[in-house]
Structure formats: structure tokens, C-alpha cells
């Protein structure tokens, strides 16, 4: 099993729409987890923390469900400059990164 | 710029040569953090430091890979007899001894013809 397991996508939405992603991960003794974007042969740029039980930025909402061991990502009223790869990662002693899901927002 | 930054950008070398990058990490950061990236994949960890010292080496990194950072500032990463599996992107990320949140640098993609 893989430490972290994304769905690649990809998420083919409308602007104005809700999306959410789920990621999954394998170890229960994680604490710290993250959300990054990485556009299209750019590196990852952090997007959000997520500790305890979650948190909210704006349009971005990140949510810790530890009893299932995943994270998920929702985004209202997505924009096309929405548009990327949204990678999930955790730290215990190293970080370990999903592979990411790739998100279109079409006008 | 405060941010991570690494040298080349860009890479291009021949199967059997070796190459050495560069990373200068975000100049309050204590931990600096070597990864690979390909095509479709997440940043895989291949090492990371706290201050000098490494602490972590991916199982994954051949005895053809080493890195350093002797002042603890700066940092290399260095592929001995590269080969053409070694085409990759490599990332650089540097974070605080109070916050997990990593800062990646822009990456040297490597190109082993």
C-alpha cells in the first residue's frame, strides 16, 4: 500500500463549482499534513496546513478525518486559475507526497 | 528574493558524468530536504538535514548519490555516473524548526542522454 494515495483525476468542473479531493494515508501516527499545488513543470507551492481538525482560507477549505486516515480539499467557486495539480502530503520523521490530482475548471 | 533558490535550472548530460546541484534554503530555515520528482508522480524524499547533519536517506538513493551542507547553510546533491533513470526533476524544500511548512525552490531538471 502505498503512504499516500490520491485520484489522479482528472476533475473536469465548471467555473463556479464546488470540487472536492480526497486523500488517503497510511500511517495513524501522522500529525502535521499539507496541501500543495504545483502547476504544470513548476515546483509545489504549499497551499494549506491541516492540523486537527481542519481549516478554511478563503475559498479553500481542508478537513482531517483521522478515524479513516484522509484528508480532503474542497474548493468553492472554483476559478480557471484554479486550474493545477493538487498534491497531499504528511510528515512523520520524512514527508511522503501523494501523486496528485489534476484539476481543469473550464469556463 | 527570500525564497529557496537552486542552480542550474536546467541540466543536460551525458550517461557516466557526474553532476552537482545546488540549493540555498530560505536563510531562517534549519531543515533542508532533497527530493526527486517525474512525470505524473509526487516529490519523492531522498534526504533531508537539520542544520549539518543528515538525518534521513531514502532507501531508494544509490551509493551514486550523495549530498552535503557543511555550514549548514547551503546545500548540494551530487549523482555520480549518472544514468539515463536519473532524469528527473530535483527539488529542494527548507523548513523551520516551529513549522513543518515546507518552501520548495524552483528544481534543476536533469536530462541524462
Known amino acids: 500500500r502505498k503512504e499516500v494515495e490520491q485520484d489522479p483525476g482528472p476533475f473536469n468542473v465548471p467555473e463556479g463549482a464546488t470540487v472536492a479531493f480526497n486523500c488517503t494515508y497510511s500511517?495513524?501516527?501522522?500529525?502535521?499534513f499539507f496541501w500543495y499545488r504545483q502547476d504544470c513543470r513548476k515546483e509545489p507551492k504549499l497551499l494549506m496546513s491541516?492540523?486537527?481538525s481542519g481549516n478554511e482560507d478563503g475559498r479553500f477549505t481542508a478537513q482531517l478525518n483521522r478515524a479513516s486516515q484522509y484528508i480532503s480539499l474542497l474548493i468553492r467557486d472554483s476559478k480557471l486559475s484554479d486550474s493545477a495539480t493538487y498534491l497531499c502530503?504528511?510528515?512523520?520523521?520524512?514527508?511522503?507526497f501523494g501523486s496528485g490530482t489534476k484539476l481543469n475548471v473550464k469556463p | 528574493d527570500t525564497g529557496v533558490s537552486q542552480n542550474p535550472r536546467h541540466k543536460i548530460t551525458k550517461r557516466g558524468q557526474n553532476v552537482t546541484f545546488r540549493c540555498d534554503p530560505i536563510?531562517?530555515?534549519?531543515?533542508l530536504y532533497w527530493y526527486r520528482q517525474t512525470l505524473g508522480q509526487g516529490p519523492e524524499f531522498l534526504t533531508y538535514f537539520q542544520n549539518e547533519a543528515q538525518l534521513e536517506k531514502s532507501r531508494l538513493l544509490s551509493d551514486r548519490f550523495s549530498a552535503e551542507r557543511p555550514k549548514g547553510s547551503f546545500s548540494t546533491l551530487e549523482i555520480q555516473r549518472t544514468e539515463q533513470g536519473d532524469s528527473a526533476m530535483y527539488l529542494c524544500?527548507?523548513?523551520?524548526?516551529?513549522?513543518?511548512?515546507?518552501?520548495f525552490g524552483p528544481g534543476t531538471r536533469l536530462t541524462v542522454t
Open positions: 491541516v492540523y486537527s
Open positions: 536563510s531562517e530555515h534549519n531543515r
Open positions: 500511517n495513524s501516527a501522522s500529525q502535521s
Open positions: 502530503a504528511y510528515n512523520f520523521n520524512k514527508f511522503y
Open positions: 524544500a527548507s523548513d523551520s524548526k516551529d513549522s513543518y511548512e515546507q518552501y
